[in-house]
């Protein structure tokens, strides 16, 4: 390597797994050497990265879909950023790249793993949200796990965050009769109302099933959008219709639990109402990807759809930005900006 490329970056490292909600001493601040370029390999400055809810269930030591972080090893996740060396015929220094080796600001990507960024399109920080995996989970699980359809009445939980509010805006584009969100502060529901939401409640405001059959009137709901889980998903399947559907996205309201969460005490709806509930990773909807990515392009182009980030400057900060996403503190995607 040339002299003008860093032999070392700093990263976050996983100091001890967290009993319950996180703290900042489960991290660690750490520097380390770069290993050398091999064939196939590049290396790129990391300009943003993303921090995940789905992060949360991989610092447990346990059997999940996405093998746990190990300790004293930096974390990854989502990030972008320019390719300052490379050994790929592929991808060469200056282009930008998606891929999953964030929470340090330089990384050794294998060429394969990374996905180029298309110039001029959008900020580079819309592809690890709008335009990134937080897009397609957001159209995908709407589209092809609800099987939403024109004429539908939809309900998202967690709406003012990144997946959620995007969710919302699709349904509204996609020909949806009403959408309704519920989020936790007056100034998330007054944003979803900007952003094209029919109707939106706090849910610190009084009961969820409630507001929400408040909020949808008689005609009941078609679709739920969940993200939250719990008292969100309770409430949904009181008032989802007969044939109803539900994409289950994530359920943030339990994964800081150290006990078992109870289900929903009336599941059984599910029977009379023939209702539809479906789980899904985005890891299983990558075949929608070009679609979505004609689709969003078009609908950011022209404003159909709006999005929001909260940005918090400095790896150092990194874990930080993580415990206050488990806490509700952002609006849209919450990224870490890192030069």
């Known amino acids: 390597m040339s002299a003008a490329v860093p032999t070392s970056t700093r990263e976050i490292q996983l100091a001890s ?24 390999q590049i290396l790129v400055r990391n300009e943003f990265m993303s921090v995940d809810p789905y992060m949360r269930g991989r610092m447990n030591d346990t059997k999940s879909y996405s093998a746990p972080f190990r300790l ?16 790929s015929e592929a991808l060469k220094v200056g282009d930008v790249v998606v891929h999953q080796l964030g929470w340090r600001e330089y ?10 960024v298309p110039a001029g399109l959008a900020p580079t920080s819309a592809f690890l949200g709008a335009l990134g995996m937080t897009g397609l ?5 709407l589209l092809k796990v609800a099987e939403f359809k024109a004429g539908d009445v939809v309900f998202v939980s967690g709406a003012a965050g990144a997946v959620g509010s995007i969710v919302g805006q699709v349904a509204k584009a996609m020909g949806a009769s009403k959408v309704i969100g519920s989020a936790g502060s007056p100034e998330k529901v007054a944003r979803l109302l900007e ?8 849910y610190h405001d009084g009961p969820v099933a409630k507001q929400l059959r408040e909020a949808a009137g008689e005609r009941g709901i078609d679709v739920y959008f969940d993200n939250v889980g719990g008292e969100h998903l309770e409430a949904a399947l009181a008032v989802l219709t007969v044939g109803g559907r539900v994409a289950m996205c994530g359920a943030i309201s339990q994964y800081n639990s150290t006990e078992p969460t109870p289900g929903p005490r009336n599941l059984a709806l599910a029977i009379g109402k023939q209702l539809t509930l479906r789980g899904f990773l985005v890891g299983g909807q990558r075949q929608h990807a070009a679609e979505f990515a004609g689709k969003m392009a078009g609908w950011l182009a022209d404003g159909t759809v709006r999005y929001d980030e909260t940005i918090v400057d400095g790896l150092e900060n990194a874990p930080k930005a993580f415990i206050d996403l488990l806490d509700g503190a952002n609006t849209g995607k919450m990224l870490v900006r890192l030069h």
């Open 17 to 40: 797994r967290p009993q319950g909600r996180p703290v900042q001493e489960n991290f660690r601040l750490a520097e380390t050497d770069l290993p050398e370029l091999q064939d196939g």
């Open 72 to 87: 004293d090893a930096a974390l990854d996740g989502g990030a972008v950023g320019e390719v300052i060396a490379s050994r």
């Open 107 to 116: 990384s050794v990507v294998d060429a394969a793993s990374a996905t180029p």
């Open 137 to 141: 989970t957001a159209y995908a699980g």
């Open 195 to 202: 952003l094209g939401f029919d109707a939106a409640f706090d």
